[in-house]
């Protein structure tokens, strides 16, 4: 088992820049592949990033490449996102995500281990 714990949302006018964290405690961090996912109102939970266990592979949704970047450190057991040139339609509430599987195909095949997510809210 893995708890996940995500911070760093909050209200960001459009352009802004944004780093949620995620902060995992339970088994072994650098074992799980890491990830993001979002939903915005109304809409189906969507994949954001994915970085493999070493950090070595990084995937990303098309609507957030070259915006977003997915990193993590494993003495700190923390991952990140870092957002940059905030859209509106970037407002969600942001789960971290975790699974024991490869971080290639997370946002198809979904993730074993979910936080309770955290808002991030971009005004235009």
């Known amino acids: 088992q893995v708890q996940l714990v995500e911070s760093g949302g909050g209200l960001v006018q459009a352009g802004g820049s944004l780093r949620l964290s995620c902060a995992a405690s339970?088994?072994?961090?650098?074992?799980?592949?890491m990830g993001w996912f979002r939903q915005a109102p109304g809409k189906e939970r969507e994949f954001v990033a994915a970085?493999?266990?070493?950090?070595?592979?990084?995937y990303y949704a098309d609507s957030v490449k070259g915006r977003f970047t997915i990193s993590r450190d494993n003495a700190k057991n923390t991952v990140y996102l870092q957002m940059n040139s905030l859209k509106p339609e970037d407002t969600a509430v942001y789960y971290c995500?975790?699974?024991?599987?490869?971080?290639?195909?997370?946002?198809?095949?979904?993730?074993?281990?979910w936080g309770k997510g955290t808002l991030v809210t971009v005004s235009s």
């Open positions: 995500a975790a699974s024991l599987s490869t971080a290639q195909g997370m946002g198809a095949r979904g993730p074993g281990y």
């Open positions: 339970g088994r072994t961090f650098s074992s799980y592949a």
């Open positions: 970085i493999s266990w070493s950090g070595g592979s990084t």
